[in-house]
């Protein structure tokens, strides 16, 4: 398989960020939270303090290493509950069509009717802040492009010779999703996954900028950026690296489902064969 | 009591009902097919022949179904079993095998993986087991270096192999039945009769019958102790294969055998035009009335127009369908 240079770059930023979230109290210097010391307060970037420190005198580089755990871990799994909704109504309702269809179909339009960030703020009222609503949120609200993709697959793939043999050899109908319609559309859901991972990052940061993400004291990016907020002017290397930190995993994740899809496109497969 | 024959199709009906239209594509059609029997269905595109096929398996899908009609596999009626009970004889008592060998494999899915399915589906082996059975079914197929094979993907294999593959796949559980789709219309020539022989030496090893559908007459004559040719949703005759060279009664048969080059015979040798049928089939929504095929038949008179021709049975089981047989 030959990788497009986006998809190599793309790739390395978000192999850096998952390492940085792995490894981050190995990689930070000091603890993100309790590291506070008002004699550090605000220093600017230098050899020591890398990223300079805040008001309190916490070290930004340390809490920006650990805000890629959250923020990488609401990304990936929100996306991850999103495309295992997306991909299970999308491949029955494709599938089984009729009513079911029908009403597949019409929750999808509502929910791409609705903007996503505004229907996640509403889940975040009612369930209250934190990482296990933030996760509920935005884990339930993306999952419409993904549905639509698997479910226009699974009309084109239904019709394929191999899915009608699979149903003259026996199989049932869950097998013949499993191991026929499921394998055949992994590409696009993937691509896409990949895109909406990109989006998760995003809604998080702009939740917790709102307040409803991630509470202070504890380092998200978007917590960070909400709380860099007043010293934009006075201290802005408070808001300029976590605000990096975002768009590169951002970019990366966006250059990397570009090139996946070059990549998984079927017409550029059977080229090679 | 005798046993009851494997297939038993009687008076079936199948109507196309698409909201619009209501029309029956197949009418009127029996035939029955013993254990290790060999039949063979002809006839030109749109005739019915892949629908009948679809139907002996329950598989007919909207805007197709049987309206009418009995079909029996060994004595039970296929329209009165279960989802489960159905699924249990696809596949498992009565297999396919499809013209395209191309889009009938799954493209992401190694081919053994394929055949091991069909072990793990319907006779309950593990993985492993149902993997190592699959190398034996590959070498069945006479593929060289089945261990080898087992891992490629449908792409990596050739059209012929793949159909090796796909009869593998199809007479992996031992069914009683085999249904072959125009198995080898996508096929190089000299391929072909590869393929042929050995689906034909496996079934007679095995005693599977075989149902052979196909547009070719000279092929299922060769493959088929009987045959049966079908026109407009009919079967206008059914014959031994050898008598139906020798001395066919329809017309309709007769156009076929006369399309077919002979070795020897002035067309072959290029000195005459190969003769053909005048006209084409005629489409489901308009079957003409009468006798389906007297618009493009020589023969036809005034009662052929009007009256549907009753069936006249022929000696050796044969019959044929039409008001001036031979």
């Not at chain 1, 993306?142 to 050899?169: D, E, P």
């Not at chain 2, 398996?57 to 329209?79: S, T």
């Not at chain 2, 699924?87 to 396919?96: D, S, T, V, W, Y």
């Not at chain 2, 007479?171 to 009683?176: E, G, I, N, T, V």
Request: charged residues 20%; aromatic residues 6%.
């Amino acid at each position: 398989m030959k990788l497009g240079t986006s998809a190599i770059i793309g790739g390395a930023l978000f192999a850096l960020a998952i390492f940085v979230g792995l490894f981050a109290p190995w990689l930070a210097h000091t603890d993100p939270v309790m590291g506070a010391n008002l004699m550090n307060a605000e220093e600017p970037p230098s050899w020591i303090w890398w990223f300079g420190t805040d008001a309190q005198g916490r070290d930004i580089y340390s809490r920006v290493v650990h805000g890629a755990r959250i923020s990488l871990t609401v990304g990936i799994v929100s996306q991850l509950v999103n495309s295992v909704i997306g991909v299970t109504l999308g491949l029955t309702a494709g599938y089984w069509g009729g009513w079911w269809d029908d009403v597949v179909n019409g929750l999808t339009n509502l929910m791409l009717a609705i903007p996503s960030l505004i229907f996640a703020l509403a889940i975040m009222a009612v369930l209250g802040p934190g990482l296990t609503s933030l996760l509920i949120a935005l884990g339930l609200t993306n999952w419409s492009f993904t549905c639509r993709i698997a479910r226009a697959s699974t009309l084109s793939l239904k019709s394929q010779g191999y899915v009608q043999a699979a149903r003259v050899l026996g199989y049932g109908d869950l097998r013949i999703m499993i191991t026929q319609l499921l394998p055949n559309m992994v590409g696009p859901i993937i691509v896409i996954g990949t895109l909406g991972m990109g989006g998760a990052v995003l809604a998080e940061a702009s939740l917790s900028f709102l307040g409803l993400g991630i509470r202070p004291p504890y380092p998200s990016w978007g917590s960070m950026l909400s709380e860099a907020r007043d010293q934009i002017t006075t201290a802005p290397w408070l808001s300029v690296f976590p605000g990096l930190a975002i768009f590169l995993t951002v970019l990366g994740l966006n250059l990397l489902g570009d090139g996946l899809r070059d990549v998984l496109d079927p017409q550029s497969r059977s080229r090679r064969t | 009591m005798t046993a009851p024959p494997l297939i038993e199709v009687e008076d079936l009906r199948i109507d196309l009902d698409d909201g619009v239209k209501h029309v029956a594509a197949v009418e009127g059609v029996s035939f029955r097919i013993d254990r290790g029997e060999t039949f063979g269905l002809v006839g030109e595109s749109g005739c019915g022949k892949s629908i009948t096929a679809l139907a002996l398996i329950g598989l007919l899908r909207r805007p197709l179904a049987v309206a009418a009609g009995a079909i029996r596999f060994e004595g039970r009626e296929i329209q009165g079993l279960s989802a489960a009970e159905q699924r249990e004889l696809r596949g498992n008592r009565i297999a396919m095998i499809f013209q395209e060998p191309m889009t009938a494999l799954n493209p992401v899915s190694p081919v053994g993986r394929q055949i091991a399915e069909m072990f793990v589906l319907h006779k309950g082996k593990s993985w492993r087991e149902a993997n190592q059975l699959a190398v034996e079914a590959l070498a069945n197929v006479r593929v060289p270096a089945p261990e080898r094979r087992v891992k490629d993907y449908p792409h990596q294999l050739s059209g012929g192999m793949r159909q090796r593959v796909m009869i593998a796949i199809a007479l992996a559980c031992d069914p009683d039945l085999l249904i072959a789709d125009e198995p080898t219309t996508a096929l190089d020539v000299t391929v072909q009769a590869e393929i042929i022989e050995l689906m034909r030496n496996l079934c007679a090893e095995r005693g599977t019958a075989i149902l052979m559908i196909s547009h070719d007459l000279g092929l299922v004559a060769n493959v088929c102790r009987r045959v049966g040719v079908m026109y407009a949703g009919r079967i206008v005759e059914e014959r031994g294969s050898d008598d139906i060279f020798r001395a066919c009664a329809h017309p309709y048969t007769q156009g076929l055998v006369d399309s077919l080059p002979r070795l020897g015979s002035r067309a072959a040798l290029g000195r005459s035009r190969l003769r053909e049928i005048a006209g084409v089939v005629p489409a489901i929504a308009d079957f003409p009335s009468g006798c389906r095929f007297n618009p493009r038949c020589a023969q036809a008179t005034e009662i052929c127009r009007t009256t549907a021709p009753e069936t006249t049975w022929l000696g050796a089981g044969g019959l044929v369908r039409c008001h001036h047989h031979a």
